[in-house]
């Protein structure tokens, strides 16, 4: 089974702020309006989905082990939730090949809030990549989390390399999100087997790589027969020449995190600093142009082979 925020039942890191939520839901005082944000793949989906739990799971058989911080996959309200049928549980998330959370989403959510809750409990709305929702989903949502319902709360993951308006961090409270090194080589060893962390290759070892970052370069090496030991600029070209972008969404709308990785090493070696940063910031733009207005990538990363990797 593929491990994802909705069925990873054990919680590393976090252990403190996990409690301080815990203790601010149990007194009453739990924002009904909280914006996650981190970088991608630090665990911020994992959190909420484990708070999701303690709160859903309180007078269940098999709630949540506050010691270890472990959901029991034989909990009831575990198993209605990572598969999406939990009747007080709301997902909204852009998880297929868009690029944006449509408006429908969030009529679609917002009249569910306005039912009756099932057995008088609180209702969870999990918006995951807020930074996807287009002009009119924001216009909306920001109506119906201006003054939600009783015992509704919305928990919003934010991807910080991405900005988000303004309009939306005024109405909600923010956390931010950081992991302790060694807490991430743990989840990165939970995720991934300690094998391949200890061969992989160490361009992609940055100290900028989340967990998540980590787990999905993995399947991207599993599926396409990849060795874990590859240099990101021999990966890069693998990419382009095989056109592994087109068939892969990580790999696709995360072509910048290689990028990154790419020039981050060459800065380390490379004399004219000035002409890196230029190619870098151009490329990104450019990736990012695509990506945003769904674009093919594929002439972008022909000119990024011809004068960048092929030098």
């Given at each position: 089974?593929?491990?994802t925020?909705?069925?990873?039942?054990?919680?590393?890191?976090?252990?403190?702020?996990?409690?301080?939520?815990?203790?601010?839901?149990?007194?009453?005082n739990?924002?009904?309006?909280?914006?996650?944000?981190?970088?991608?793949?630090?665990?911020?989906?994992?959190f909420?989905?484990?708070?999701?739990n303690?709160?859903?799971?309180?007078?269940?058989?098999?709630?949540?082990?506050?010691?270890?911080?472990?959901i029991?996959?034989?909990n009831?309200?575990?198993?209605?939730?990572?598969?999406?049928?939990?009747?007080?549980?709301?997902?909204?998330?852009?998880?297929?090949?868009?690029?944006?959370?449509?408006?429908?989403?969030?009529?679609?959510?917002?009249?569910?809030?306005?039912?009756?809750?099932?057995n008088?409990?609180?209702?969870?709305?999990?918006?995951?990549?807020?930074?996807?929702?287009?002009?009119?989903?924001?216009?909306?949502?920001?109506?119906?989390?201006?003054?939600?319902?009783?015992k509704?709360f919305?928990?919003?993951?934010?991807?910080?390399?991405?900005k988000?308006?303004?309009?939306?961090?005024?109405?909600?409270?923010?956390?931010?999100?950081?992991?302790?090194?060694?807490?991430k080589?743990?989840?990165?060893?939970?995720?991934?087997?300690?094998?391949f962390?200890?061969?992989?290759?160490?361009?992609?070892?940055?100290?900028?790589?989340?967990?998540?970052?980590?787990?999905?370069?993995?399947?991207?090496?599993?599926?396409?027969?990849?060795?874990?030991?590859?240099?990101?600029?021999?990966?890069?070209?693998?990419?382009?020449?095989?056109?592994?972008?087109k068939?892969?969404?990580?790999?696709?709308?995360?072509?910048?995190?290689?990028?990154?990785?790419?020039?981050?090493?060459l800065?380390?070696?490379?004399?004219?600093?000035?002409?890196?940063?230029?190619?870098?910031?151009?490329?990104?733009?450019?990736i990012?142009?695509?990506?945003?207005?769904?674009?093919d990538?594929e002439?972008?990363?022909?000119?990024?082979?011809?004068?960048v990797?092929?030098?």
């Amino acid at each position: 089974m593929i491990i994802t925020p909705s069925n990873n039942c054990s919680l590393i890191g976090y252990n403190k702020e996990f409690l301080d939520f815990k203790k601010l839901y149990d007194n009453d005082n739990l924002p009904n309006k909280i914006i996650f944000s981190g970088i991608n793949g630090i665990g911020k989906s994992t959190f909420v989905y484990h708070l999701a739990n303690y709160i859903f799971s309180k007078d269940e058989v098999d709630k949540y082990n506050l010691v270890e911080n472990i959901i029991s996959d034989k909990n009831r309200s575990y198993n209605l939730v990572s598969k999406n049928l939990h009747p007080n549980f709301f997902l909204i998330s852009n998880t297929d090949d868009k690029q944006s959370i449509s408006i429908s989403k969030i009529r679609e959510m917002i009249n569910w809030t306005n039912k009756s809750s099932f057995n008088d409990g609180c209702k969870i709305i999990l918006i995951d990549n807020i930074e996807f929702l287009n002009n009119n989903s924001i216009n909306a949502l920001l109506k119906i989390i201006e003054e939600p319902n009783h015992k509704v709360f919305f928990f919003l993951i934010h991807n910080n390399k991405i900005k988000i308006l303004d309009t939306i961090k005024s109405r909600c409270i923010k956390f931010n999100f950081f992991l302790e090194n060694k807490d991430k080589i743990k989840i990165i060893n939970s995720l991934c087997g300690e094998n391949f962390y200890s061969n992989l290759n160490s361009d992609f070892k940055n100290i900028y790589n989340s967990p998540g970052d980590i787990f999905n370069i993995q399947n991207v090496f599993k599926s396409n027969n990849i060795n874990e030991d590859i240099s990101v600029d021999n990966f890069l070209k693998l990419i382009i020449e095989k056109k592994i972008y087109k068939k892969d969404f990580f790999v696709k709308y995360n072509f910048s995190l290689f990028l990154e990785l790419y020039f981050n090493k060459l800065m380390n070696n490379y004399k004219y600093k000035n002409k890196l940063y230029f190619l870098y910031k151009y490329f990104l733009l450019k990736i990012n142009d695509c990506n945003k207005y769904n674009l093919d990538l594929e002439n972008i990363l022909i000119e990024f082979n011809g004068s960048v990797l092929s030098e």
